[in-house]
């Protein structure tokens, strides 16, 4: 029992929220979830985080910022050059970034936090981003466009709860909007060449899925 407190006072730092769900916007270029690194032991602390991605749609993109900086997406981790250095009482961002490229997903990130040359001096954050149930996943996984790229029109493979197709492009400007339709057919030929994004509405306005659509 004296071991086990011991250990436990070791623990001289937090993070606050711990644990963040947020909801991702497609048209959004990213979505942030911020949190708090407190150092609260009397002296100066070291520490260092590991990016663990549990779980992300492909084509999305994480990133971390710290006191430091804003890292790029293929950086797991901090190292002796980019330590986390923090006096008694003091605090940093640990901001997990989510970068969804238009596309509608999931992710699941943990960052794990920890002091240099200390064990037990550690912390875990926990970053959902739309988490959802597997069966809204599996509707949403089997929705598609098609033909895509297309030149003329294009239609989806199920229309089954869709209501409205709102077409936009990528800097999320609304471009126009059609009713949904077993068999409808959405008329893109007098868009310019380009990549345009297409979001899925259900009857109570909340959005199944938002897609990217290639005109030719």
């Known amino acids: 029992m004296l071991f086990t407190l011991s250990l436990a006072a070791q623990v001289t730092l937090t993070l606050t929220p711990q644990s963040v769900q947020l909801d991702v916007d497609p048209l959004q270029f990213e979505t942030v ?12 602390k070291t520490f260092r985080w590991v990016r663990i991605v549990e779980s992300i749609t492909t084509g999305w993109e994480s990133a971390i910022c ?11 981790s901090t190292d ?3 330590d986390v ?10 901001d997990v970034h989510i970068r969804p490229g238009g596309l509608e997903g999931s992710a699941h990130v943990k960052v794990a936090i920890k002091e240099v040359g ?8 926990n970053y959902h981003f739309n988490q959802t149930s597997s069966s809204s ?30 077409l936009y ?7 126009r909007s059609f009713n949904a339709y077993p068999g409808a057919k959405f008329d893109v030929e007098d868009l310019t060449r380009g990549m345009y994004l297409v979001r899925l509405v259900d009857e109570r306005r909340r959005v ?9």
């Not at 979830?33 to 100066?44: F, K, V």
């Not at 710290?66 to 797991?76: E, F, K, P, R, W």
């Not at 200390?118 to 954050?125: C, K, P, Q, V, Y």
Request: net charge negative; aromatic share 6%.
């Open 80 to 82: 002796s050059n980019t």
């Open 137 to 166: 996943e599996v509707v949403r996984s089997d929705l598609k466009l098609f033909p895509n790229p297309s030149s003329e029109y294009f239609q989806l493979t199920d229309y089954d709860k869709i209501d409205k197709i709102i």
């Open 169 to 175: 492009n990528l800097v999320g400007r609304e471009l």
């Open 118 to 125: 200390s064990l037990e001096n550690r912390i875990e954050g």
């Open 85 to 94: 250095i923090l006096a008694a009482g003091d605090s940093t961002v640990i």
């Open 33 to 44: 979830a911020h949190s708090w690194l407190t150092n609260t032991s009397d002296e100066m």
């Open 208 to 216: 199944v899925k938002t897609l990217r659509l290639n005109k030719r």
């Open 66 to 76: 710290d006191m430091n900086a804003c890292y790029s997406t293929t950086v797991d």
